[in-house]
């Protein structure tokens, strides 16, 4: 037979037109080979085989049978889970190292963003502050900030610090910006929170980069 190095004379059997042989394993695994009337084992489905080659490549299958990936690099997912964990993880990981979120017409102080202590040592915050009604007024800062909380410990106080100011138009009337640490509820859930307030109301964006804790 084409591919398996073996001829229908060294077969135990002597084939039939019709006789049928299907490929479990090997380079041509799922493939269906029939014996037709002059003799010859025709192989059926090669498209069907070829795509799934095909697929095996796109996924990064090197190896036949029942196979879990390989990753080159496993600082976020672990080795040897599918696809869609894998994938999850990294979106988790990306998602919480980056994120973008914004709050519309601010003005008594409010909670625009945070991150829980127990997982993040520090984070840098990137804060955008426009007037609503004179969007002209606009306030930039880069604010990073700290706190006290280890492992299984509660936090008591937050520290912070800004830089790389800019700021156009007129000021913005009653604008403050704080970080503060929540101190009650589940240490696992409690967390370091950057707050806005403003006496005109202001629309703030905010995109974080949280330094996490290593175990």
Known sequence: MPGWGIHSDELRWRPDEGDTIYVERGQDWGSLWIYNDEGEWVKQG????????FISAFVGKTAVGNTMPSYSSTKVVTGGTNLVTAISALDARLGDNLKESKSAAVTAATTVDSVIMEQNLAVNWMVHVC???NPQNVYTVNIFAAHDANTGLAATHADYNEAGILQFGN????LDISVDVETSGALSARAMRLRIASTDAVD???????LRRVA
Do not use: C, R
């Open 46 to 53: 090669a498209a069907d085989a070829t795509e799934a080659g």
């Open 131 to 133: 007037e609503v009604a």
């Open 171 to 174: 000021n913005i009337d009653g």
């Open 204 to 210: 703030v964006t905010v995109q974080k980069n949280p």
